[in-house]
Protein backbone atom coordinates (compact mmCIF):
# COMPACT_ATOMS: atom_id res chain seq x y z
CA UNK A 1 0.00 0.00 0.00
CA UNK A 2 1.50 3.29 -0.96
CA UNK A 3 -1.47 5.92 -1.55
CA UNK A 4 -3.30 7.70 0.73
CA UNK A 5 -6.50 7.91 -1.76
CA UNK A 6 -7.73 6.63 -4.92
CA UNK A 7 -10.40 8.25 -7.00
CA UNK A 8 -11.11 4.81 -8.86
CA UNK A 9 -13.45 4.34 -11.86
CA UNK A 10 -14.20 8.15 -13.20
CA UNK A 11 -13.71 9.85 -16.32
CA UNK A 12 -10.71 12.74 -15.63
CA UNK A 13 -10.91 15.82 -17.44
CA UNK A 14 -8.07 17.94 -17.07
CA UNK A 15 -7.84 20.69 -19.82
CA UNK A 16 -4.37 22.12 -18.35
CA UNK A 17 -2.85 18.25 -19.04
CA UNK A 18 -5.26 17.93 -23.01
CA UNK A 19 -6.85 14.67 -21.11
CA UNK A 20 -10.15 13.85 -21.02
CA UNK A 21 -10.63 9.55 -20.73
CA UNK A 22 -11.17 6.92 -17.99
CA UNK A 23 -8.65 7.38 -15.25
CA UNK A 24 -7.72 6.34 -11.60
CA UNK A 25 -6.13 9.14 -9.72
CA UNK A 26 -3.97 8.83 -6.86
CA UNK A 27 -2.58 10.97 -4.33
CA UNK A 28 -0.10 10.58 -1.48
CA UNK A 29 1.29 13.28 1.19
CA UNK A 30 -0.95 15.18 -0.20
CA UNK A 31 0.07 15.30 -3.77
CA UNK A 32 -1.12 13.50 -6.82
CA UNK A 33 1.47 10.23 -7.03
CA UNK A 34 -0.53 8.37 -10.10
CA UNK A 35 -2.81 8.96 -12.94
CA UNK A 36 -2.93 5.47 -14.90
CA UNK A 37 -6.27 3.45 -16.21
CA UNK A 38 -6.22 1.41 -14.01
CA UNK A 39 -4.57 1.41 -10.44
CA UNK A 40 -5.45 -1.78 -8.00
CA UNK A 41 -7.56 -0.44 -5.31
CA UNK A 42 -5.27 -2.48 -2.35
CA UNK A 43 -2.61 -0.40 -2.85
CA UNK A 44 -4.15 2.80 -1.18
CA UNK A 45 -5.61 3.07 2.40
CA UNK A 46 -9.12 5.31 1.22
CA UNK A 47 -10.90 4.25 -2.28
CA UNK A 48 -14.07 6.97 -3.29
CA UNK A 49 -15.74 5.28 -6.07
CA UNK A 50 -15.50 7.56 -8.69
CA UNK A 51 -18.05 5.83 -11.36
CA UNK A 52 -20.05 7.91 -13.37
CA UNK A 53 -18.24 10.84 -12.19
CA UNK A 54 -16.04 14.40 -13.41
CA UNK A 55 -12.93 13.84 -11.93
CA UNK A 56 -11.41 16.79 -12.69
CA UNK A 57 -8.53 19.48 -10.99
CA UNK A 58 -10.41 21.29 -8.02
CA UNK A 59 -12.23 24.45 -8.67
CA UNK A 60 -10.68 28.06 -8.69
CA UNK A 61 -13.37 30.68 -7.88
CA UNK A 62 -11.45 33.79 -8.76
CA UNK A 63 -13.74 36.03 -7.78
CA UNK A 64 -15.42 35.64 -4.37
CA UNK A 65 -16.14 37.46 -1.11
CA UNK A 66 -15.11 35.23 2.10
CA UNK A 67 -14.06 37.97 4.70
CA UNK A 68 -16.82 36.08 6.62
CA UNK A 69 -17.64 37.94 10.06
CA UNK A 70 -15.10 41.19 8.75
CA UNK A 71 -16.88 42.70 5.97
CA UNK A 72 -20.78 42.99 5.68
CA UNK A 73 -20.80 40.83 2.55
CA UNK A 74 -18.27 37.37 3.40
CA UNK A 75 -19.66 34.21 3.22
CA UNK A 76 -18.40 31.19 4.69
CA UNK A 77 -15.54 29.34 2.43
CA UNK A 78 -15.66 26.00 4.30
CA UNK A 79 -19.33 26.28 3.81
CA UNK A 80 -19.60 26.29 0.34
CA UNK A 81 -16.43 24.37 -0.22
CA UNK A 82 -17.46 20.41 -1.06
CA UNK A 83 -21.35 21.74 -2.01
CA UNK A 84 -19.39 23.72 -4.78
CA UNK A 85 -16.40 21.86 -5.84
CA UNK A 86 -14.31 24.61 -4.83
CA UNK A 87 -10.71 23.90 -3.21
CA UNK A 88 -9.04 27.71 -3.83
CA UNK A 89 -11.36 30.46 -3.19
CA UNK A 90 -9.94 33.84 -4.09
CA UNK A 91 -11.27 37.03 -2.37
CA UNK A 92 -11.44 40.06 -4.64
CA UNK A 93 -10.45 43.18 -2.87
CA UNK A 94 -13.07 42.19 0.29
CA UNK A 95 -10.27 43.66 2.36
CA UNK A 96 -7.62 46.38 1.86
CA UNK A 97 -4.14 47.01 3.39
CA UNK A 98 -5.98 48.69 6.79
CA UNK A 99 -7.57 45.46 7.50
CA UNK A 100 -5.81 42.46 5.69
CA UNK A 101 -4.33 41.11 8.83
CA UNK A 102 -7.50 40.34 10.32
CA UNK A 103 -8.91 38.64 6.95
CA UNK A 104 -5.17 36.39 7.25
CA UNK A 105 -5.52 35.97 11.28
CA UNK A 106 -9.09 35.51 11.73
CA UNK A 107 -9.99 33.78 7.97
CA UNK A 108 -7.38 32.43 6.22
CA UNK A 109 -5.91 30.88 8.55
CA UNK A 110 -8.93 28.66 9.95
CA UNK A 111 -10.32 27.98 6.70
CA UNK A 112 -10.01 24.19 5.67
CA UNK A 113 -10.36 25.11 2.36
CA UNK A 114 -6.86 27.30 0.58
CA UNK A 115 -7.69 31.40 0.68
CA UNK A 116 -6.06 33.54 -1.39
CA UNK A 117 -6.39 37.32 -2.24
CA UNK A 118 -6.58 40.47 -4.31
CA UNK A 119 -5.56 43.32 -2.04
CA UNK A 120 -8.55 46.45 -2.25
CA UNK A 121 -6.72 49.63 -3.12
CA UNK A 122 -9.30 50.97 -0.65
CA UNK A 123 -7.68 50.99 2.97
CA UNK A 124 -10.64 49.74 4.58
CA UNK A 125 -11.53 47.28 1.58
CA UNK A 126 -15.35 46.75 0.87
CA UNK A 127 -17.28 48.34 4.17
CA UNK A 128 -20.40 49.43 3.10
CA UNK A 129 -22.47 46.76 0.79
CA UNK A 130 -26.00 45.82 1.81
CA UNK A 131 -29.22 46.30 0.12
CA UNK A 132 -30.04 49.03 2.39
CA UNK A 133 -26.43 50.59 2.47
CA UNK A 134 -24.17 51.33 -0.55
CA UNK A 135 -20.72 53.06 0.70
CA UNK A 136 -18.28 52.51 -2.08
CA UNK A 137 -14.79 52.30 -0.83
CA UNK A 138 -13.27 54.57 -3.62
CA UNK A 139 -15.72 57.29 -2.89
CA UNK A 140 -13.36 59.11 -0.90
CA UNK A 141 -9.88 59.19 -2.87
CA UNK A 142 -8.33 59.58 0.55
CA UNK A 143 -8.37 55.78 1.09
CA UNK A 144 -6.85 54.70 -2.03
CA UNK A 145 -3.09 55.11 -0.79
CA UNK A 146 -1.07 53.09 -3.49
CA UNK A 147 1.72 52.90 -1.16
CA UNK A 148 -0.38 50.84 1.80
CA UNK A 149 -1.54 48.73 -0.60
CA UNK A 150 2.30 47.91 -2.22
CA UNK A 151 3.11 47.48 1.81
CA UNK A 152 0.36 44.80 2.38
CA UNK A 153 1.17 42.99 -0.76
CA UNK A 154 4.87 42.44 0.08
CA UNK A 155 3.96 41.54 4.10
CA UNK A 156 1.67 38.78 2.21
CA UNK A 157 3.28 38.05 -0.48
CA UNK A 158 2.04 34.10 0.56
CA UNK A 159 -1.45 34.47 -0.13
CA UNK A 160 -1.66 37.99 -2.13
CA UNK A 161 -2.55 37.09 -6.03
CA UNK A 162 -3.24 41.28 -7.05
CA UNK A 163 -4.51 44.30 -6.40
CA UNK A 164 -8.48 44.82 -7.00
CA UNK A 165 -10.20 47.83 -7.89
CA UNK A 166 -13.83 48.74 -7.64
CA UNK A 167 -14.66 51.35 -10.37
CA UNK A 168 -18.05 53.10 -11.26
CA UNK A 169 -20.53 55.27 -9.79
CA UNK A 170 -21.48 52.88 -6.82
CA UNK A 171 -18.22 52.04 -5.82
CA UNK A 172 -16.17 55.26 -6.67
CA UNK A 173 -19.01 57.84 -6.51
CA UNK A 174 -18.06 61.20 -8.28
CA UNK A 175 -14.53 59.88 -7.97
CA UNK A 176 -14.21 59.03 -11.53
CA UNK A 177 -10.96 57.08 -13.31
CA UNK A 178 -8.64 58.06 -10.71
CA UNK A 179 -9.08 55.03 -8.30
CA UNK A 180 -8.09 52.51 -11.38
CA UNK A 181 -5.19 55.01 -11.96
CA UNK A 182 -3.92 54.45 -8.68
CA UNK A 183 -4.86 51.11 -8.30
CA UNK A 184 -2.63 50.27 -11.16
CA UNK A 185 0.17 52.45 -9.80
CA UNK A 186 0.52 50.05 -6.77
CA UNK A 187 -0.33 47.14 -9.03
CA UNK A 188 2.84 47.82 -11.13
CA UNK A 189 5.00 48.76 -8.48
CA UNK A 190 4.09 45.75 -6.36
CA UNK A 191 4.86 43.45 -9.51
CA UNK A 192 1.13 42.01 -9.63
CA UNK A 193 -2.16 41.90 -11.62
CA UNK A 194 -4.87 44.05 -11.74
CA UNK A 195 -8.48 42.98 -10.97
CA UNK A 196 -10.67 45.84 -12.56
CA UNK A 197 -14.71 45.93 -11.46
CA UNK A 198 -16.72 48.52 -13.67
CA UNK A 199 -20.07 49.28 -12.67
CA UNK A 200 -22.44 52.14 -14.12
CA UNK A 201 -20.71 54.80 -15.08
CA UNK A 202 -18.83 57.02 -14.52
CA UNK A 203 -15.85 56.05 -15.56
CA UNK A 204 -17.42 54.23 -18.96
CA UNK A 205 -15.66 50.81 -19.67
CA UNK A 206 -13.88 53.01 -22.66
CA UNK A 207 -12.10 54.74 -20.33
CA UNK A 208 -10.73 51.76 -18.21
CA UNK A 209 -9.95 49.22 -20.42
CA UNK A 210 -7.23 51.12 -22.43
CA UNK A 211 -5.57 51.20 -19.28
CA UNK A 212 -5.75 47.33 -18.87
CA UNK A 213 -2.07 45.33 -19.15
CA UNK A 214 -1.56 41.78 -20.50
CA UNK A 215 -2.80 39.59 -17.55
CA UNK A 216 -4.70 42.20 -16.06
CA UNK A 217 -8.11 41.09 -15.33
CA UNK A 218 -11.44 42.57 -16.68
CA UNK A 219 -14.32 41.22 -14.10
CA UNK A 220 -17.66 41.22 -14.66
CA UNK A 221 -17.20 40.61 -18.24
CA UNK A 222 -20.70 39.98 -19.48
CA UNK A 223 -22.21 42.61 -17.41
CA UNK A 224 -25.63 44.23 -18.74
CA UNK A 225 -26.36 48.03 -19.70
CA UNK A 226 -24.92 50.64 -18.83
CA UNK A 227 -20.86 49.70 -19.60
CA UNK A 228 -22.19 46.84 -21.25
CA UNK A 229 -19.69 45.14 -23.79
CA UNK A 230 -21.86 44.98 -26.51
CA UNK A 231 -24.22 47.34 -28.43
CA UNK A 232 -27.62 47.50 -28.41
CA UNK A 233 -27.46 45.29 -31.49
CA UNK A 234 -25.82 42.44 -30.56
CA UNK A 235 -22.50 43.05 -31.99
CA UNK A 236 -19.57 43.27 -29.36
CA UNK A 237 -18.05 46.99 -29.16
CA UNK A 238 -14.37 47.37 -30.38
CA UNK A 239 -12.81 48.11 -27.04
CA UNK A 240 -13.71 44.34 -25.75
CA UNK A 241 -11.83 42.72 -28.69
CA UNK A 242 -8.83 45.24 -28.79
CA UNK A 243 -8.80 43.90 -24.80
CA UNK A 244 -8.85 40.53 -25.48
CA UNK A 245 -5.86 40.50 -28.26
CA UNK A 246 -4.04 42.71 -25.82
CA UNK A 247 -4.07 39.60 -23.54
CA UNK A 248 -6.51 41.11 -20.98
CA UNK A 249 -7.99 38.07 -19.23
CA UNK A 250 -12.14 38.08 -19.30
CA UNK A 251 -13.64 36.98 -15.89
CA UNK A 252 -16.99 36.43 -15.82
CA UNK A 253 -18.07 37.43 -11.95
CA UNK A 254 -21.71 36.47 -11.94
CA UNK A 255 -22.06 38.48 -8.56
CA UNK A 256 -25.62 39.97 -7.54
CA UNK A 257 -25.87 42.19 -10.66
CA UNK A 258 -22.82 41.58 -13.32
CA UNK A 259 -24.32 38.95 -15.36
CA UNK A 260 -26.68 39.12 -18.19
CA UNK A 261 -27.80 36.00 -20.80
CA UNK A 262 -28.23 38.21 -23.72
CA UNK A 263 -24.82 39.77 -23.24
CA UNK A 264 -23.67 36.05 -22.92
CA UNK A 265 -25.17 35.09 -26.33
CA UNK A 266 -23.44 37.67 -27.97
CA UNK A 267 -20.39 37.31 -26.46
CA UNK A 268 -20.02 33.56 -27.17
CA UNK A 269 -21.42 34.01 -30.53
CA UNK A 270 -18.30 36.30 -31.90
CA UNK A 271 -16.05 33.62 -29.97
CA UNK A 272 -15.05 36.01 -26.76
CA UNK A 273 -16.09 33.35 -24.10
CA UNK A 274 -14.58 33.58 -20.67
CA UNK A 275 -11.32 33.34 -20.27
CA UNK A 276 -12.46 32.54 -16.38
CA UNK A 277 -15.89 31.47 -14.46
CA UNK A 278 -16.03 32.86 -11.46
CA UNK A 279 -19.03 33.32 -9.17
CA UNK A 280 -17.76 36.55 -7.10
CA UNK A 281 -20.37 34.73 -4.83
CA UNK A 282 -21.20 37.10 -1.39
CA UNK A 283 -23.98 36.88 0.89
CA UNK A 284 -26.08 39.02 -1.72
CA UNK A 285 -26.13 36.20 -3.82
CA UNK A 286 -24.96 33.05 -2.74
CA UNK A 287 -28.92 32.57 -1.85
CA UNK A 288 -29.26 33.38 -5.74
CA UNK A 289 -28.93 34.71 -8.20
CA UNK A 290 -25.17 33.62 -8.49
CA UNK A 291 -25.38 30.35 -5.82
CA UNK A 292 -21.31 29.16 -6.92
CA UNK A 293 -19.88 28.81 -9.51
CA UNK A 294 -20.79 25.00 -10.00
CA UNK A 295 -24.11 27.39 -10.69
CA UNK A 296 -22.66 29.36 -12.93
CA UNK A 297 -20.80 27.01 -14.98
CA UNK A 298 -23.80 25.61 -15.45
CA UNK A 299 -25.24 28.78 -16.79
CA UNK A 300 -22.83 28.48 -19.37
CA UNK A 301 -23.34 25.34 -20.32
CA UNK A 302 -26.64 26.14 -21.25
CA UNK A 303 -25.55 28.98 -23.21
CA UNK A 304 -23.77 26.67 -25.63
CA UNK A 305 -20.11 26.73 -23.72
CA UNK A 306 -18.32 23.01 -24.37
CA UNK A 307 -17.80 20.98 -20.74
CA UNK A 308 -14.03 21.06 -21.22
CA UNK A 309 -14.13 24.70 -22.00
CA UNK A 310 -16.06 25.38 -19.12
CA UNK A 311 -14.20 23.45 -16.81
CA UNK A 312 -11.08 24.65 -18.47
CA UNK A 313 -12.16 28.83 -17.46
CA UNK A 314 -12.57 27.13 -13.62
CA UNK A 315 -9.44 25.19 -13.05
CA UNK A 316 -6.24 26.32 -15.58
CA UNK A 317 -7.74 29.77 -16.41
CA UNK A 318 -7.39 30.71 -13.04
CA UNK A 319 -4.38 29.09 -11.75
CA UNK A 320 -2.75 30.78 -14.98
CA UNK A 321 -4.43 34.77 -14.08
CA UNK A 322 -2.98 33.86 -10.25
CA UNK A 323 0.53 32.53 -11.57
CA UNK A 324 0.20 29.61 -9.84
CA UNK A 325 0.64 25.94 -12.29
CA UNK A 326 0.94 23.64 -8.98
CA UNK A 327 -2.79 24.13 -9.24
CA UNK A 328 -5.35 24.26 -11.50
CA UNK A 329 -4.39 20.37 -12.83
CA UNK A 330 -3.72 17.22 -11.80
CA UNK A 331 -0.79 16.32 -13.60
CA UNK A 332 1.65 14.15 -11.21
CA UNK A 333 3.60 16.25 -8.72
CA UNK A 334 0.96 18.94 -8.30
CA UNK A 335 -1.40 19.90 -4.83
CA UNK A 336 -3.73 17.05 -4.41
CA UNK A 337 -7.10 19.11 -4.88
CA UNK A 338 -9.65 17.72 -6.67
CA UNK A 339 -13.05 18.08 -7.52
CA UNK A 340 -15.58 15.07 -8.30
CA UNK A 341 -18.59 16.30 -10.10
CA UNK A 342 -21.87 14.43 -11.94
CA UNK A 343 -23.54 15.95 -14.61
CA UNK A 344 -27.54 16.12 -13.09
CA UNK A 345 -29.95 15.36 -15.97
CA UNK A 346 -33.39 17.37 -15.62
CA UNK A 347 -35.16 20.21 -15.91
CA UNK A 348 -33.91 23.69 -14.24
CA UNK A 349 -34.51 26.98 -14.42
CA UNK A 350 -31.45 29.70 -14.55
CA UNK A 351 -31.97 33.64 -13.35
CA UNK A 352 -29.32 35.81 -14.75
CA UNK A 353 -28.99 39.26 -12.80
CA UNK A 354 -31.61 41.24 -14.33
CA UNK A 355 -33.85 39.07 -13.71
CA UNK A 356 -33.97 36.46 -17.12
CA UNK A 357 -34.52 32.73 -17.00
CA UNK A 358 -32.82 30.23 -18.93
CA UNK A 359 -34.41 26.37 -18.65
CA UNK A 360 -31.24 23.77 -19.21
CA UNK A 361 -31.79 20.07 -19.44
CA UNK A 362 -28.80 18.86 -17.19
CA UNK A 363 -26.65 20.70 -14.22
CA UNK A 364 -22.94 20.15 -12.62
CA UNK A 365 -23.52 19.20 -9.08
CA UNK A 366 -20.51 18.19 -6.51
CA UNK A 367 -20.11 14.79 -5.06
CA UNK A 368 -17.16 16.52 -2.92
CA UNK A 369 -13.84 17.63 -2.73
CA UNK A 370 -10.12 16.17 -2.16
CA UNK A 371 -8.27 19.15 -0.31
CA UNK A 372 -4.36 18.03 -0.14
CA UNK A 373 -5.73 14.49 0.07
CA UNK A 374 -8.11 14.64 2.33
CA UNK A 375 -11.82 13.46 1.04
CA UNK A 376 -14.47 15.77 1.65
CA UNK A 377 -17.77 14.73 0.46
CA UNK A 378 -20.82 16.87 0.03
CA UNK A 379 -23.25 16.38 2.57
CA UNK A 380 -25.75 19.16 1.93
CA UNK A 381 -29.31 17.88 0.82
CA UNK A 382 -29.65 16.99 -2.70
CA UNK A 383 -32.05 19.40 -3.75
CA UNK A 384 -31.67 21.94 -6.66
CA UNK A 385 -31.47 25.69 -4.40
CA UNK A 386 -32.23 27.53 -7.97
CA UNK A 387 -35.55 26.63 -8.42
CA UNK A 388 -36.50 28.50 -4.99
CA UNK A 389 -34.63 31.65 -5.85
CA UNK A 390 -36.06 34.78 -4.23
CA UNK A 391 -34.72 38.03 -4.16
CA UNK A 392 -35.53 39.97 -0.97
CA UNK A 393 -34.58 43.60 -1.91
CA UNK A 394 -35.54 45.46 1.22
CA UNK A 395 -34.13 43.34 3.93
CA UNK A 396 -31.04 44.67 6.00
CA UNK A 397 -28.29 43.06 6.55
CA UNK A 398 -29.02 41.34 9.53
CA UNK A 399 -32.23 39.84 8.59
CA UNK A 400 -30.07 38.26 5.25
CA UNK A 401 -26.82 37.14 7.22
CA UNK A 402 -29.90 35.11 9.72
CA UNK A 403 -31.31 33.73 6.53
CA UNK A 404 -28.04 32.35 5.37
CA UNK A 405 -26.13 31.41 8.45
CA UNK A 406 -28.81 30.94 10.82
CA UNK A 407 -29.54 33.68 14.24
CA UNK A 408 -26.60 31.96 16.33
CA UNK A 409 -23.33 31.68 15.71
CA UNK A 410 -20.93 29.82 17.88
Not at 132 to 140: A, P, Y
Amino acid sequence: MQFDLLLKGGRLIDPAAGLDAPRDVAIANGRVAAVDADIPADRAARVVDATGCIVAPGLIDLHSHVYWGGTSLGVDADRLAAKSGTTTFIDAGSAGAGNFLGFRRHVMERSKVRILAYVNISFAGIFGFSQTVSVGECGDLRLCEPREVVAAAREHADVVVGVKVRSGKHAGGTSGIAPVDLALEAADKAGLPLMAHIDEPPPGRSEVLPRLRRGDILTHCFRPFPNAPVFASGAVRPDMRLARERGVIFDLGHGMGSFDFDVARAMLAEGLAPDVISSDVHLYCVDGPAFDILVCMSKLMALGMPLVEVLRAATQGPARAIARPDLGTLAVGTVGDVAVLRQRPGRFTFVDAVGASLVADQRLVSEGIVIGGTWWPNETPDHDETERFEAHPAHTHVEVAARHFGHRHD
